[in-house]
């Protein structure tokens, strides 16, 4: 059996909401005894997958004696949790396998509290299906191009696009440094960020572009609920494949320290964010490759 428990209830709803989708699609659910609790999610048209993976230490209690993993749907777990978060419990509580082999939710309510509410639900779980992980849609010997900066700059930019619809390119160059958005159909409209805001910059090539649906951008970018700073990387593959990663903070505790400039989003976690360490990622094919999908052609 694992179990978990993690009293920054907000914080917890708050990132979760970072990956939320209306698409009834399986979300693979696994605590890992070293390392914490992790949620990978592929969207319907197979060209993006999502994650976010909370550290042992966001945890007021941890418990798997093995790996874990289990499938249900993405939008009925957000759905369930934010329920049983609505009273604003005291903790929230993970358990699988639950009755019936499902995710059983439940909550503590503060002990000073006059009354007493315990709430639960349970998510039914769903049959194994084939999802790699994130890290194996990136070829780790693969050159990359990457920008650090501001997770809120970035979403503000993202919003500032949507009215164009259709793809947004990333333009990368060397020298001078530059980094910005352009729109495909509305190729004068143009998001330059300035040098000043680029917190880590390398770029494998002279120049680099890359297209995206901007669907895709939105839901990597833009559901970010957290108000506060936090730092966010983008890296670009040789290929045009997509990396975001958010750094975030767990609601009731301070700032992590801005991302390292470093070339692997498997290193971004330093000694300085162990304490809340909390991230929100996403992988996207560039549009010209979207129709080989991460797992083969959609039926």
Known sequence: MAQASIASVRGLVQVLQSIRSHQKLPCAVTFEPDTGLSLRFLDGGHAMQSGISLSISVFSSFQAPASITFFVPLSILLEAISTVASSMPHEIHLQYPGPDSSLLITTTEDASARTSICSYA???????????????????????????????????????????????????????????????????????????ALDGFSCHAEEVRASYKYKHLKAAFTHVAQKEAWSAKIAISSRGVLRVTHMLTLAGGGPLAPLEAQPLLGTLTSQGHAQRTCVSKFVILPHEEERDGFCGDDD
């Open 122 to 196: 349970k998510v039914a779980t769903l049959a194994h299906h084939d999802l790699s992980s994130l890290d194996d849609m990136w070829d780790l010997q693969d050159a990359c191009s990457q920008v650090i900066l501001s997770g809120l700059l970035l979403r503000e930019a993202i919003e500032d696009l949507e009215w164009t619809n259709g793809e947004v390119e990333f333009v990368l160059k060397r020298s001078p440094m530059h980094f910005a958005l352009q729109s495909i159909k509305q190729q004068s409209l143009e998001i330059t960020f300035p040098v000043h």
